[in-house]
């Protein structure tokens, strides 16, 4: 499966963005889609993911209240609407699939890692 995420950029502190990630190549596109992120110097650390049956959702306790992921099932294509944004929201931010059906929070559930979008934050 390949995505392609997108939708990052440059935004001050307390404003919006929304990424997407659409999933293509293959008829099965896993069990869900998660989104992770990277800042500089820190480990790659679980964001939101949710479930492409039954819509199930996961937050990080970082995000929750802030952040919203959504699915479009029709497209293939997960959204991460992010308000509320901090500069330590700042990274780069990944998505990937789900293809094992595993526990949402762990990076090794996923495969197919898309290339990472930019989020930028200024206070």
């Known amino acids: 499966v390949q995505l392609q995420a997108s939708g990052g950029g440059l935004v001050q502190a307390g404003g919006s963005l929304r990424l997407s990630c659409a999933a293509s190549?293959?008829?099965?596109?896993?069990?869900?889609m998660g989104w992770f992120r990277q800042a500089p110097g820190k480990e790659r650390e679980f964001v939101a993911a949710?479930?492409?049956?039954?819509?199930?959702?996961y937050y990080a306790d970082s995000v929750k209240g802030r952040f919203t992921i959504s699915r479009a099932y029709a497209t293939n294509t997960v959204y991460l609407q992010m308000n509320s944004l901090k500069p330590e929201d700042a990274a780069v931010y990944y998505c990937?699939?789900?293809?094992?059906?595993?526990?949402?929070?762990?990076?090794?559930?996923?495969?197919?890692w898309g290339q990472g979008t930019l989020v930028t934050v200024s206070s």
């Open positions: 990937a699939a789900d293809l094992k059906g595993g526990v949402p929070q762990i990076s090794t559930t996923y495969g197919g």
């Open positions: 949710i479930r492409w049956s039954g819509g199930r959702t």
């Open positions: 190549g293959r008829t099965f596109v896993g069990y869900g």
